[in-house]
């Protein structure tokens, strides 16, 4: 596509249940974040997906929080037991490579509440 | 952790005014980019400056970096009311792995 999708645009969960995130990055594109941003606030880097290389997952705040990328494209952020502290935009962003100086595109976000 | 922080937290100015915002970080980086987020959703890249560099121009924006001080300034002239939105500023190097690392941001709100 045009530019990164992102999916669903906005979800309402009941605390303790699992969610799924979706993320289609520009096609073509090797580096793929997440990055998570409660209300207000700034950009907290989650994880990063480069090729084929193992993931950076240092930002994952807990064991409830997975992401994975198959096939080198589409993303998919696992939380589980969400927790109300889980509310946040969850902003996926590519770029060609994940290498100093290319800039990132990022998606419109997925917007989590937990009740 | 927040590499990057900028201030002021928020700014209103009015229209035809310019805007000024300012972004320090902690270690030594390779690029500095400014990034734009309307209403909390995507964020839109403005401008990269890398280390290398003194100033840059796109446009009604002007983004200076000061590698000794480690800061960075974006000024946006001429605002216009359409402008009002977060700004943020990022840094990226390479620690292990490649690390993009965004500030809290900087609210600007331009007043017709």
């Known amino acids: 596509g045009a530019g990164v999708s992102q999916s669903p645009s906005n979800k309402v969960t009941e605390k303790g249940k699992d969610v799924e995130l979706r993320c289609d990055p520009i096609s073509g594109h090797t580096a793929l974040y997440w990055y998570r941003q409660s209300l207000g606030q700034g950009l907290e880097f989650l994880i990063y997906f480069q090729g084929n290389s193992a993931p950076d997952k240092s930002g994952l705040p807990s064991d409830r929080f997975s992401a994975e990328r198959t096939g080198g494209s589409v993303s998919t952020l696992t939380i589980q037991r969400t927790q109300q502290e889980d509310s946040a935009v969850y902003l996926c962003a590519s770029s060609l490579v994940g290498a100093s100086g290319n800039t990132i595109y990022f998606g419109e976000g997925s917007w989590l509440t937990v009740v | 952790s927040q590499q990057g922080e900028e201030d002021p937290q928020a700014l209103s100015i009015q229209e035809g005014e310019n805007a000024t915002m300012n972004c320090s970080y902690k270690t030594s980086i390779n690029n500095l980019q400014w990034y734009r987020q309307n209403s909390g959703r995507g964020l839109v890249h403005l401008i990269l400056?890398?280390?290398?560099?003194r100033e840059k121009h796109s446009g009604r924006l002007r983004v200076t970096l000061d590698t000794s001080k480690k800061s960075s300034s974006l000024l946006i002239t001429a605002s216009r009311a359409a402008d009002t939105a977060s700004y943020f500023c990022?840094?990226?190097?390479?620690?292990?792995?490649?690390?993009?690392?965004f500030g809290k941001g900087t609210k600007l709100s331009v007043i017709p």
């Open positions: 990022a840094t990226d190097r390479w620690a292990g792995s490649y690390q993009l690392t």
């Open positions: 400056i890398r280390s290398n560099e």
